[in-house]
């Protein structure tokens, strides 16, 4: 939609709206830049607490993808103050600010606006060096591509509204998604990656191509390297799969040759659309298993090699058994 306005060139801004980039930034000084995002959304989750803390965890991945530091941020939320008790948002904001104080950033304020149905998320601005900003246009052939959480979210929150689901595995996918990537982020500005984006709402598929396109590469995807969530295999296999995912699929395969061994059940897993998912990290190899010490060490739960960058046409993946 961006593409019907004239947006108008700044020399400072550093990435805009122009590269699918996972947040803008612009230049202040030499050795400064602010990198700026914002992200809300409708609850995935009952808890209005757990709202909270997964809605702000997705809002500053943006700015972590990026390799930079979030060090503010603003509330943006929608709430029906006449159909639920206020004590829901007062719970979802303490969520939001639990989980930006976990991460140093500091709320600064927000702004609410009465709708029918609640939203939240966060405005959050970050900083960087301007030398250091780590782009979608980084990637190379070659490179061994790291994921940092286990792909499955879409399917289970899907399965959560149309309660399918446990307690347990609500807590699980629950604290997945409130999982912030600064340790991540953290372990790959160390090792010096060039590229990198986090997997949300296109799924893996759909932010692999985007970073493909903006490198002009292609990938090797193998599926059993993949790292999925045991109960969203289950509920997909029964055909709890959310609109989105089957549309984001539609939308990469033109571009996506699949492994006759890959079902269509695997291939939605692929595209799943993910809520505050993990960094996709292209690296050079031989810094590869670097970064895999690296983010063990920062503590990192899911740490998978899923693929290689490889020459080919820009955009396009081969998924392997
Ligand atoms: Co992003
Ligand atoms: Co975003
Ligand atoms: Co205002």
């Keep these: 939609m961006l593409k019907q306005l004239h947006i108008p060139e700044y020399p400072d801004v550093l990435v805009g709206s122009n590269t699918a980039d996972d947040a803008g930034v612009y230049k202040v000084r030499d050795d400064l830049a602010l990198v700026q995002t914002v992200d809300f959304f409708t609850p995935m989750v009952d808890d209005p607490y757990s709202f909270g803390l997964v809605a702000a965890a997705n809002a500053l991945s943006d700015v972590y993808a990026m390799g930079a530091r979030p060090v503010t941020a603003l509330n943006v939320i929608a709430f029906p103050e006449n159909m639920i008790p206020l004590e829901v948002l007062v719970q979802i904001l303490r969520g939001g600010l639990d989980k930006a104080t976990e991460a140093g950033v500091a709320i600064l304020g927000g702004h609410t606006i009465k709708d029918n149905e609640p939203k939240y998320g966060l405005s959050v601005t970050g900083l960087i060096h301007p030398d250091r900003i780590i782009t979608n246009a980084g990637a190379h052939p070659g490179n061994r591509l790291f994921l940092t959480k286990p792909l499955g979210s ?90 989105g995912s089957k549309s984001n699929l539609r939308f990469v395969e033109s571009r996506v040759e699949f492994a006759a061994e890959v079902d269509e059940t695997a291939r939605i897993l692929l595209a799943d659309a993910q809520t505050s998912g993990g960094l996709l990290i292209p690296v050079d190899p031989d810094k590869g298993d670097l970064l895999a010490e690296k983010l063990a060490a920062a503590g990192v739960d899911t740490i998978a090699e899923i693929g290689t960058i490889s020459d080919g046409p820009a955009g396009t993946i081969r998924v392997t058994a």
């Design 154 to 243: 879409g399917i289970i929150t899907t399965a959560i509204k149309g309660n399918l689901v446990g307690d347990s595995d609500i807590n699980e996918i629950v604290s997945l998604m409130a999982t912030l990537n600064r340790a991540a982020s953290r372990a790959m500005v160390e090792v010096g990656v060039r590229a990198c984006t986090d997997v949300t709402g296109f799924g893996l598929l759909g932010h692999l191509q985007e970073m493909l396109v903006a490198s002009g590469v292609s990938a090797i995807i193998a599926a059993s390297n993949v790292p999925i969530l045991p109960a969203a295999r289950r509920f997909a296999a029964r055909g709890a799969i959310p609109g």
